[in-house]
C-alpha cells in the first residue's frame, strides 16, 4: 500500500512556496510515497489589522500546531522564525533546513542612507523599528500588514517610500532583483531562526521523523539552536526587541546577541562563542552575559507594557 504524507502549511505564496520545496524533498528521497499540502488558515492571516508587536507569538502557527495535534496533518513546515521556543506538550521539532541569508533587506526607491528625511519605512517588526530608528532616527517607521507582494505594492504605488523585509522571503520568491540593498548586520540584526524553514511533528509520529530527518541541515540546526535558546533565556515570548544570529566556523560556533528597549534607543549588543556540539550553552551563557549588561531591566519593562 503507498504512504501517504500530509503537510500542513498556511496559504500564502511564500508559504505554499515554502512547504513545497520541503515536499519535494522529501518526494526525492522517498519516491515511493504520496505527498500532499493541506493549506491552514492561521491567526495571522485572518487579522490583517492588528500590530504584529500586540499579537500572540503563536499567530503564525498556533492553527498548524492543532493539525499536528489532531492527526489531521502529519508535519508543519513554518518559516523558523514565526515558531515560538516553546512548543506544546506533544509537539517536536524534527528538522531545519538549510539556511538562506539571513540579513534583512530594504525595498525603496534608493538606499538607506540616501532616503530623504522623513521618508516612509513599512515594517512589521518591532526590532526592525527599534534598528531603523537608531540607525536613521530621522526617518519615519510605519506598521504595515500583508503577504510580501501587497507590502512591495505599497512602495511601488507610492504609499511608504520602503519597506523593510526578510531577504530570504525574497530570495525564495526569485525576486532579489528588487532588493534595493541588503542591510548590514552590525546594525540590523536578524530575527532568531530568519532564513531557515522548520519542520514540526507530533513527538509519537516515528513514520515522520524517519522520512524528514535527512532533510536536516546540521550548520542551521547548530545556529538556530543556540539562537533559540538564547531568546529562550531572555524571556521567549516577550515583547521586547530581540535579536540574535548564529555562524559556524569549522567546529566553533560564534553568537551575537541584541536587545533593545520598546521605547527606543541603540539596545545592548553582546557575543558569546564556543563549541558548535555545545549550542545551547553558549545561547545561555549569552543571555546570562546580557542580563548582567541590563537586559534583565529592559525586558522587565517590556512585560510591564504587555500588562497595562
Not at 525603496?108 to 534598528?131: F, P
Request: charged share 25%.
Amino acid at each position: 500500500m503507498r504512504r501517504k504524507l500530509i503537510v500542513g502549511s498556511r496559504g500564502s505564496k511564500l508559504a505554499l512556496l515554502q512547504t513545497e520545496s520541503v515536499a519535494a524533498k522529501i518526494k526525492e528521497i522517498n519516491p515511493d510515497i504520496e505527498v500532499s499540502i493541506s493549506k491552514i488558515t492561521t491567526s495571522s492571516d485572518r487579522d490583517q489589522r492588528s500590530r504584529l508587536d500586540s499579537m500572540d507569538t503563536a499567530m503564525f502557527v498556533k492553527e498548524l500546531e492543532e493539525a499536528l495535534l489532531e492527526g489531521r496533518i502529519d508535519i508543519a513546515v513554518h518559516s523558523l522564525k514565526d515558531l515560538p521556543t516553546e512548543l506544546p506538550p506533544g509537539l517536536c521539532l524534527l528538522a531545519v533546513t538549510e539556511r538562506l541569508d539571513p540579513r534583512d533587506a530594504l525595498v525603496a526607491s534608493s538606499k538607506l542612507d540616501e532616503l530623504a528625511s522623513g521618508s516612509r519605512i513599512g515594517t512589521s517588526s518591532l526590532r526592525r523599528t527599534v534598528q531603523l530608528m537608531s540607525y536613521r532616527p530621522d526617518l519615519q517607521a510605519r506598521p504595515i500588514r500583508g503577504n510580501i507582494d501587497t507590502r512591495l505594492g505599497k512602495v511601488f504605488s507610492g504609499e511608504f517610500d520602503g519597506v523593510i523585509v526578510a531577504a530570504a522571503a525574497l530570495l525564495r520568491l526569485g525576486w532579489q532583483d528588487k532588493i534595493t540593498e541588503y542591510l548590514p548586520l552590525g546594525d540590523f540584526l536578524p530575527a532568531v531562526g530568519q532564513g531557515a524553514l522548520a519542520v514540526e511533528a507530533r513527538l509519537d509520529n516515528e513514520e515522520a521523523a524517519g522520512l524528514v530527518s535527512p532533510l536536516n541541515n546540521l550548520t542551521a540546526w547548530q545556529g538556530i539552536t543556540a539562537e533559540r535558546a538564547f531568546l529562550r533565556a531572555m524571556g521567549g515570548g516577550c515583547r521586547a526587541p530581540v535579536a540574535a544570529l548564529a555562524t559556524a566556523n569549522g567546529n566553533k560556533l560564534s553568537l551575537e546577541g541584541m536587545v533593545a528597549s520598546i521605547s527606543g534607543g541603540k539596545g545592548l549588543h553582546a557575543s558569546e562563542e564556543g563549541s558548535a556540539a555545545s549550542a545551547e550553552e553558549i545561547g545561555m551563557k549569552l543571555a546570562e552575559k546580557m542580563k548582567g549588561m541590563g537586559a534583565a531591566e529592559i525586558i522587565a519593562e517590556a512585560r510591564s507594557s504587555e500588562n497595562r
